[in-house]
């Protein structure tokens, strides 16, 4: 089974200054990891993913994540926030599988508010 | 050229009528998903679907029920409806196991 905790529901945070968002994992398989964003009343758009290769993902928007697999941690963090970056953030895992369907488990999503 | 897209994007209804939500995606895509965002905005997995296996997850209700007429759509048909049923659902679609890309939503209340 797998479960995914984001600690900080909401953060808010000035614009122009760096953001961490965390997010932790719990599973019994290997994963893939996702951040996903949502802007109110839309849809849910990719940030960036892990599947392999370096631990270090660069994604849209100026956005990363380091993945620790010692700390099963997948921390979102953008050096400088904007206006625009004012969002619900939700991480997700998914388990290798290779082929077929392959269900996304979120955490339960942070409220990033940037303020002027 | 919408990738994924739903309709209806609203969706008011009285408590105990049936409803469908319509799901297409032109990716070429060979699985497709619904999820269910509750109010506090919790996202979670209700049905995964290819041509070769649907999974349903044992916590959906079975006046719920997916329907795909082909491998670009996945319906949602929803029996007898609940108060408990208003959410955002989002359709989904992914090639096997890589990411996937959603919908825009739709926004279902039940009265």
């Known amino acids: 089974a797998q479960s995914v905790t984001q600690l900080d529901s909401q953060v808010p945070v000035f614009e122009e200054a760096p953001v961490e968002l965390r997010c932790n994992y719990s599973s019994s398989v290997s994963v893939y990891l996702f951040w996903y964003v949502q802007y109110p009343n839309q849809g849910l758009q990719l940030l960036l993913k892990?599947?392999?290769?370096?631990?270090l993902v660069k994604g849209i928007n100026g956005f990363e994540a380091e993945f620790n697999k010692s700390q099963t941690s997948f921390h979102l963090r953008k050096p400088s926030v904007h206006i625009s970056d004012t969002a619900e953030y939700f991480c997700?895992?998914?388990?290798?599988?290779?082929?077929?369907?392959?269900?996304?488990?979120f955490g339960t999503g942070t409220r990033l508010t940037v303020i002027p | 050229d919408t990738a994924v897209s739903q309709t209806p994007k609203y969706l008011v209804t009285q408590m105990g009528n049936d409803k469908s939500i319509k799901c297409e995606q032109n990716l070429g895509h060979d699985t497709m998903y619904w999820y269910k965002q509750d109010s506090k905005k919790f996202l979670k997995i209700m049905f995964s679907y290819n041509n070769k296996e649907l999974i349903i997850n044992e916590t959906v209700p079975n006046r719920f029920s997916p329907k795909s007429p082909d491998k670009a759509h996945l319906n949602l048909h929803i029996n007898s409806l609940e108060l408990g049923d208003s959410a955002v659902y989002f359709c989904a679609s992914s090639q096997a196991d890589n990411e996937q890309f959603f919908g825009p939503g739709t926004r279902l209340t039940v009265l």
């Open positions: 892990y599947l392999s290769g370096s631990t």
């Open positions: 997700a895992v998914s388990p290798r599988r290779g082929s077929g369907a392959n269900n996304l488990f």
